[in-house]
């Protein structure tokens, strides 16, 4: 699947929700699901700064695809980082570079959340997109 | 106005919350559940009035004008340094310095030490104290070539008072410390610390941002040397506090900025400066600010600092106990003598996790390390949930939180 349809299969599943519970138990849930960065990954350079919880990211190149792992110590922004990995993950570089990342906002969580968590989540986008572009200059 | 007897034994939170409008409004479609005090207390109506009047009545600027505006302004700032003074039982009004608010307080002092202190001086700070009561005399040791000795605390939170007169000899200049540490809630014993300090010619500085709400300090009495506070935590607006310092240091202590309103008279050879408090009042002041923490002030000793502190330690009893009924929950800062203040963590969630979920429920909490690292890297802990209470909280408030965070707790386990 492209980032496109894997983002309007993430906004249509979370159009089914009523109310921010089940937003967030779904995000609670995503979170738990979230393909676990290695141990040995978990350092400082892998640290996104700009959250107030932990969030580690790490990228490797399978094939022309970038592969992301990740985790923090908190659920909701492991929730988070997991459905942001689930839009960007398995694709190229170059793709992710180019993506919209409009369905944050369509899925209801920019809004849904304090501004510094917003400030994080805008860490998140930016820091998979820099891998990406760094990724791409070495295939290139 | 109500006579404060009266009022004292006639508290009622929710009549004193009728003067607050903030606290009518819903967050997240739920009503407003207040509990972030002690980042910054909210507004009574009688202050915001105070701040309209100004701006529609008699907005000008102060000290120079021959004008009536100008004149009107000048005596109501003026006045609420009066109210500052007598509110902290201050011996002189020029001992009253206007400041943009703690942290600007502290630097002025910290900034005026560079000039006194050399190597092999000691400044002491406690284990306890927030960024800007440690960072500001960080620079001030870099700067000096001084050193930073700091008071430790036992797990309660508490200052190891034992230690701390160990710590303490000739080479000892100044001491800073809170009277009420902003993240465990705990009232250190100011008294015995100024009292030692002293017994070796130290200097000692209170930081009192986090206690103003709480105490009414007694700034003579106290015998401290400098102490400062925030209009923001106690009813006032932002942007304005208060240094009050001896007499005698502030002459000692050279200006921090240079501007209009600190001079006497300016050539390009010379300045001189202009007597207390101006000299330290460089440039049009938070004018507005000034007469609206008076008014601030006013409003708090309505109500009476007696009757504010007994309710206010019978909601924070009442929070603690309801809190602790939740498993797992565990309360950092247990001191015996603390205020309105109860920091805690659930085993195994973040602080952050939970205070989304209580935003999504219209209860303002903290979470973080409240800009107090040391004291988070004490307890081995990434941060906190820090609920803060002020007089116009509730039973049923607290009863919110712990039904919030009850609820956070079984979604997020």
């Known amino acids: ?140 | 106005m109500t006579d404060k007897s009266t009022i004292a034994t006639t508290f009622d939170a929710d009549v004193i919350r009728k003067d607050f409008p903030i606290l009518n409004r819903q967050v997240n479609g739920q009503p407003l559940v207040y509990l972030d005090n002690a980042a910054t207390s909210q507004t009574p109506q009688q202050v915001i009035d105070t701040i309209v009047e100004y701006y529609q009545g008699y907005n000008a600027n102060i000290h120079r004008g021959v004008h009536s505006l100008s004149q009107e302004a000048t005596d109501a700032y003026e006045m609420a340094r009066k109210k500052i003074q007598e509110h902290f039982n201050i011996a002189k009004s020029q001992e009253v310095i206007f400041t943009s608010g703690t942290t600007h307080g502290i630097n002025l002092v910290a900034t005026g030490f560079s000039s006194f202190l050399k190597k092999g001086d000691e400044v002491m700070v406690s284990a306890m104290e927030h960024h800007s009561n440690i960072v500001p005399w960080q620079m001030l040791c870099e700067r000096t070539g001084a050193t930073l000795k700091v008071i430790p605390m036992n797990v309660e939170g508490e200052l190891i008072m034992e230690e701390y007169h160990n710590l303490l000899s000739e080479k000892t200049k100044l001491v800073f410390c809170n009277h009420v540490s902003n993240a465990l809630g705990t009232i250190n014993p100011i008294e015995e610390i100024i009292e030692a300090a002293h017994k070796v010619g130290a200097a000692v500085l209170i930081d009192g941002a986090q206690a103003a709400a709480h105490i009414k300090a007694d700034l003579q009495a106290l015998d401290v040397d400098f102490y400062v506070v925030s209009a923001h935590k106690m009813c006032g607006p932002t942007g304005v506090g208060m240094l009050y310092g001896k007499e005698e240091w502030l002459k000692k202590l050279p200006p921090y900025q240079g501007g209009g309103e600190m001079i006497a008279e300016v050539t390009f050879e010379k300045t001189t400066y202009a007597d207390l408090p101006h000299k330290f009042e460089a440039g049009t002041p938070n004018i507005c600010g000034g007469i609206a923490f008076g008014a601030a002030l006013d409003y708090m000793n309505s109500i009476g600092f007696d009757a504010i502190t007994q309710y206010e330690e019978e909601l924070v009893r009442y929070a603690t106990e309801q809190l602790l009924t939740i498993d797992g929950l565990k309360i950092y800062g247990t001191a015996k003598h603390k205020t309105s203040v109860i920091s805690f963590n659930i085993e195994g969630i973040h602080p952050y996790d939970i205070g989304s979920i209580l935003d999504k429920l219209g209860i303002a909490v903290r979470t973080g390390h409240h800009c107090a690292q040391p004291i988070m890297d004490f307890y081995k802990i990434p941060g906190t949930v820090r609920a803060s209470f002020s007089f116009y909280n509730t039973k049923e408030e607290v009863d919110k939180l712990v039904e919030g965070v009850k609820r956070a707790k079984s979604m997020l386990e």
């Not at chain 1, 094939?63 to 923090?72: I, R």
């Open chain 1, 1 to 140: 699947m492209t980032i496109q349809e894997i983002q309007e299969e993430i906004i249509d599943e979370f159009s089914m929700f009523d109310d921010w519970m089940q937003r967030y138990e779904y995000m609670i849930e995503l979170g738990k699901s979230l393909p676990l960065i290695e141990e040995q990954y978990k350092t400082d350079d892998n640290l996104i700064k700009g959250c107030q919880s932990k969030v580690w990211v790490h990228a490797e190149l399978d094939g022309d695809k970038l592969v992301f792992t990740a985790d923090s110590d908190a659920i909701i922004t492991k929730g988070i980082i997991a459905i942001l990995i689930r839009a960007f993950s398995n694709q190229k570089p170059q793709d992710i570079i180019d993506a919209d990342t409009g369905f944050i906002d369509e899925i209801g969580l920019k809004e849904h959340l304090s501004p510094t968590r917003a400030n994080g989540l805008v860490s998140m986008v930016k820091q998979l997109k820099l891998y990406a572009v760094a990724y791409q200059t070495q295939l290139n």
